[in-house]
């Protein structure tokens, strides 16, 4: 696969910063990426952002996500990992970067490649020791109840996260609909250590367990809620 590499560089765009649609290589290290809408895109490959790298989106309106086969799939977000109609493998590394935002990443399966969960490895996320200024989103096009909907397998440990970590589905329009409060959508984002405007959460994810339709960041608080 090809090797791309960006090293100290300085990157301002309208659009977006960086899109990375086919499986190359990618290595992002000692930048700064600011755009108007999207900082990162990648829709195949891999990517490994880290050596304080901060990536910005400075757009002001919601972060929207829809299918295309031929170009960026998202708006207003710092890293967008959107899988592509080819349904290659995306596997992203994020350490000791700053992701700011509306929406710092979003993970996303918009084409409803796969079916879960037997493909969700297809699509991981791995942030460490980074800052996300902004939304965490694993964005999927139907609830993983449906045999065609593909979660992202999405993990971050240590570093900070100032915004929401949420589960949502993909309207038609792009619009993004949280049903972190719904049933039959099983999340793939984990969290160890992470500083969440001054509280710890520590090997939980947006949802271990369902009571009565309710969801609950851990097996424990379940637990709790049903007795």
Known sequence: APTIIVDGAKITAKDTGLYLAGPANTTVTGSEITSESVGIEIRAGSLDVSDNTKVTSTGK??????????????????????????????????????????????????????????????????????????????????????????????????????GTVKDVTIGKDGALTDVSNSTGVNSSITLDKVNNNGTTLDNVSTCAATVNGVRYDSLKKAIEAAN
């Open 61 to 162: 309106g919601a972060t929207t996500v829809s299918t295309n086969d031929n170009g960026s799939t998202t708006t207003n977000a710092a890293i967008a990992v959107s899988q592509h109609t080819t349904d290659k493998p995306i596997n992203v590394t994020i350490d000791g970067a700053t992701l700011e935002g509306t929406t710092a990443l979003v993970a996303a399966n918009p084409e409803d490649n796969g079916s879960a969960p037997a493909n969700s490895a297809a699509i991981g996320v791995s942030v460490k020791d980074s800052a996300l200024k902004g939304n965490v989103v694993n964005a999927i096009s139907k609830p993983s109840g449906d045999s065609t909907a593909v979660n992202s397998g999405v993990s971050i440990s240590g570093g900070s996260v100032t």
